[in-house]
């Protein structure tokens, strides 16, 4: 049987991307939505054209109860889950200082318990077949580090470091937890960046370029064939950072 993949915010940007390249290459994608109903169902009209079928499911995934209903669909439907990208996310520009509650609740609880909960409930399913790979779209923000960014880069070093301890804990049971943490990559998320100010930083990464979403879903791809890699957060990022 074919391998089974949630994507979690999988209506647009790079998850879209994620859903569109792993449904091409014969992985049953859940492409899991919040509130772009419209992208998801243009998402499956467009793959149904190449007669590849997927499932479109609307759930806020920072909330324990709408991740575990999309679980449960998933279960119900195919009774296994073998990938799980943690794609779903937002971003903030604001001085530290300004930041509130509801802020540190938002960015956290969408950016990273989203991740810690839709692996909470996964993983069941994935010791049962004692097989499994969790793929986190991290930041190179969660390594270094973004001014203005404090609350992302706190959710994304979170992912960082939930991603180096989970492998350790679920190696023995063969599931693979890895992160994927992109540069600049083009999409909504980027949207206020002006063109010239896009110009500006292709000038500062090496390889003179923004990042593709498919820069990011060519990685997903490769990880979820793989089988020896895990633990690891893989940057990319057209060399604009090196550590
Ligand atoms: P995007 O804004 O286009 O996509 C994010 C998606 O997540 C949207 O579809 C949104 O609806 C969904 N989402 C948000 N909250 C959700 C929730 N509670 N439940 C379900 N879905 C939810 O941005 P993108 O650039 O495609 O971002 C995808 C991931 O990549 C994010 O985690 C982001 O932090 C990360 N990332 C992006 C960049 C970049 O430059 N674009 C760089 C580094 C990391």
New binding site residues.
């Given amino acids: 049987m074919e391998k089974v993949a949630i994507i979690?915010?999988?209506?647009?940007?790079?998850?879209?991307?994620i859903a569109k390249q792993l449904a091409r290459n014969k992985v049953k994608v859940i492409a899991?939505?919040?509130?772009?109903e419209k992208?998801a169902k243009e998402l499956k009209a467009e793959l149904e054209k190449e007669n590849i079928e997927i499932d479109i499911i609307k759930?806020?995934?920072?909330?324990r109860k709408?991740a575990q209903e999309l679980v449960k669909f998933v279960l119900d439907k195919y009774k296994k889950i073998d990938v799980l990208v943690?794609?779903?996310?937002?971003?903030e520009y604001k001085m530290f200082i300004d930041e509130t509650d509801e802020d540190w609740n938002k960015i956290i609880?969408?950016?990273l318990y989203?991740a810690f909960v839709m692996s909470q409930e996964v993983i069941p399913n994935m010791v049962h077949y004692k097989e499994g790979c969790i793929i986190n779209?991290?930041?190179?923000?969660g390594m270094v580090g973004a001014s203005l960014e404090v609350l992302?880069s706190i959710?994304?070093a979170g992912m960082n470091g939930m991603t180096k301890a989970l492998a350790k804990e679920l190696g023995p049971s063969n599931i693979r937890v890895n992160a994927i943490?992109?540069?600049?990559?083009?999409?909504?998320?980027?949207a206020n960046l002006t063109q010239e100010e896009l110009e500006n930083l292709e000038k500062e990464i090496p390889l003179e370029r923004?990042?593709k979403?498919e820069d990011?879903a060519k990685c997903v791809k490769w990880l979820i064939e793989d089988n020896y890699t895990t633990g690891q957060v893989i940057s990319i990022n057209g060399g604009w950072t090196i550590i």
Avoid at 32 to 36: D, E, G, L, T, V
Wanted: charged content about 20%; glycine content about 12%; overall charge neutral.
């Fill in positions: 979690t915010g999988a209506s647009r940007g790079i998850g879209r991307e899991n939505y919040n509130q772009s992208e759930a806020d995934v920072s909330k709408e943690n794609n779903a996310g937002i971003s609880n969408t950016n989203s779209i991290s930041s190179i923000w992302y959710s994304k943490a992109p540069g600049i990559i083009k999409t909504d998320m980027n923004i990042g979403a990011i």
